[in-house]
């Protein structure tokens, strides 16, 4: 599968429920790299690279969150793979 680069932005409930510590879980277990924040407008933002197969896995978790999230939309854009991450991490 190819590798590719998604940035996500997700909204609704997602602040206050622990999205961004979960996404750093789920993200790690999949083996994928890149970082989740939380934005002023109560969106999560979260820009990941990896396999494919494992990005649309991690969509497909986004689309319903952890425990007590409340997920309206999630918007999706794809861009070209630049192994630009090491790691998945919550940033500020």
């Known amino acids: 599968m190819a590798e590719k680069r998604i940035h ?7 602040q206050g429920v622990y999205f ?6 789920k993200a790690k277990s999949l083996g994928v790299t890149g970082w ?10 979260i820009l990941v ?3 494919e197969e494992m990005l649309n ?4 978790w986004c689309k319903k969150g ?9 918007e999706i854009k794809v861009l070209p793979f630049m192994r630009e991450f090491n790691d998945f991490k919550i940033i500020y």
Not at 57 to 60: A, G, T, V
Request: proline share 3%.
């Open 36 to 45: 989740v924040k939380n934005l002023s407008d109560r969106r999560v933002e």
């Open 20 to 25: 961004r510590a979960s996404t750093v879980n």
């Open 8 to 14: 996500i932005y997700v909204s609704g409930i997602v």
């Open 66 to 74: 952890p425990l007590g999230a409340e997920v309206d939309d999630v």
């Open 57 to 60: 896995q991690l969509l497909e």
């Open 49 to 51: 690279e990896g396999n």
